[in-house]
Nanobody
Framework: QVQLVESGGGLVQAGGSLRLSCAAS????????MGWYRQTPGKQRELVAT???????NYADSVKGRFTISRDNAANTVYLQMNSLKPEDTAVYYC?????????????WGQGTQVTVSS
């Protein structure tokens, strides 16, 4: 069974930094794109950043220049370095990965990790 396990959330003051990690475990053939999304109560889940297997990246305009996504393919792990955090970054952050089990690729989600930025 494939699982994505996130860590690194917490409470930080505005202007501070946090680093999120998400590790994939289980039996699978390969991982394609990985990414981070976030959601606040009453709102739709929104894209934060994605990274392909070749390390091409894409960011939401709201986090460009402050957040950096990276991955360690050997460890099946994706990271999100968040700097210059703002109160509006407060959300539950979810890891996402497109994972090939045998022939087909499925989307997987982590359980979410809370990030709270105080003003």
């Amino acid at each position: 069974q494939v699982q994505l396990v996130e860590s690194g959330g917490g409470l930080v003051q505005a202007g501070g930094s946090l680093r999120l990690s998400c590790a994939a475990s289980g039996s699978f053939a390969s991982i394609n794109a990985m990414g981070w999304y976030r959601q606040t109560p009453g709102k739709q889940r929104e894209l934060v950043a994605t990274i392909t297997s070749g390390s091409a990246t894409n960011y939401a305009d709201s986090v460009k220049g402050r957040f950096t996504i990276s991955r360690d393919n050997a460890a099946n792990t994706v990271y999100l370095q968040m700097n210059s955090l703002k109160p509006e970054d407060t959300a539950v952050y979810y890891c996402n990965a497109d994972i090939r089990i045998r022939v087909f690729v499925d989307h997987y989600w982590g359980q979410g990790t809370q990030v709270t930025v105080s003003s």
